[in-house]
T-cell receptor, first 114, second 113 residues
Framework: GESVGLHLPTLSVQEGDNSIINCAYSNSASDYFIWYKQESGKGPQFIIDIRSNMDKRQGQRVTVLLNKTVKHLSLQIAATQPGDSAVYFCAENIPNTGFQKLVFGTGTRLLVSP | KAGVTQTPRYLIKTRGQQVTLSCSPISGHRSVSWYQQTPGQGLQFLFEYFSETQRNKGNFPGRFSGRQFSNSRSEMNVSTLELGDSALYLC????????????FGPGTRLTVL
């Protein structure tokens, strides 16, 4: 399945490097953020999330940083592997009477060379 | 535990026809959301269902509709198909509407000729 657009920003790294993918979100009221990974032919896969009362959260090989002052989110992948090649989306949850409304960024393609 | 499943995976229709897509959420998940993904517009929210009721709706025309059954399975329907409706339609489930983490299915690739 197609998961990328014609003008997706692309980050190319070498295997073993650390990758940093950035995202600017739109709404200062957003209270929850998620990073998804989408490989070709698949739906988005949850990677890591962070609530707005935090500025950093770590997972396995991944770290998400949140800067609410400038509405910026980043995903850091340590020791990037070829299997990390995919399109990465950030999503923000805009509070709406308690129900979900995720707004997705346009995505960044990560290409990892062996 | 099985993930979100969507059927069919691929579909080809012609303009003016209608189509129904199906989504089975993760067992125990009661909230289902639908998204449209296109190269030009990215991932866009269509609607969300919980307890057989539409709780939230994105900015799509009335040709796009959906429903949810008592077992939480959901269907979406697009009537009077247009070429621009060609897209990957993704379903995501979560425990409840306030459970922000959504888990996506593989999508249905719809092509309108």
């Amino acid at each position: 399945g197609e998961s990328v657009g014609l003008h997706l920003p692309t980050l190319s790294v070498q295997e073993g490097d650390n990758s940093i993918i950035n995202c600017a979100y739109s709404n200062s009221a957003s209270d929850y953020f998620i990073w998804y990974k989408q490989e070709s032919g698949k739906g988005p896969q949850f990677i890591i999330d962070i609530r707005s009362n935090m500025d950093k959260r770590q997972g396995q090989r991944v770290t998400v940083l949140l800067n609410k002052t400038v509405k910026h989110l980043s995903l850091q992948i340590a020791a990037t592997q070829p299997g990390d090649s995919a399109v990465y989306f950030c999503a923000e949850n805009i509070p709406n009477t308690g129900f979900q409304k995720l707004v997705f960024g346009t995505g960044t393609r990560l290409l990892v060379s062996p | 535990k099985a993930g979100v499943t969507q059927t069919p995976r691929y579909l080809i229709k012609t303009r003016g026809q209608q189509v129904t897509l199906s989504c089975s959420p993760i067992s125990g998940h009661r909230s289902v959301s639908w998204y449209q993904q296109t190269p030009g517009q990215g991932l866009q929210f269509l609607f969300e269902y919980f307890s057989e009721t539409q709780r939230n709706k994105g900015n799509f025309p009335g040709r796009f509709s959906g429903r949810q059954f008592s077992n939480s399975r959901s269907e979406m329907n697009v009537s009077t198909l247009e070429l621009g409706d060609s897209a990957l339609y993704l379903c995501a489930s979560s425990l409840t509407p306030s459970s922000n983490t959504q888990y996506f299915g593989p999508g249905t690739r719809l092509t309108v000729l």
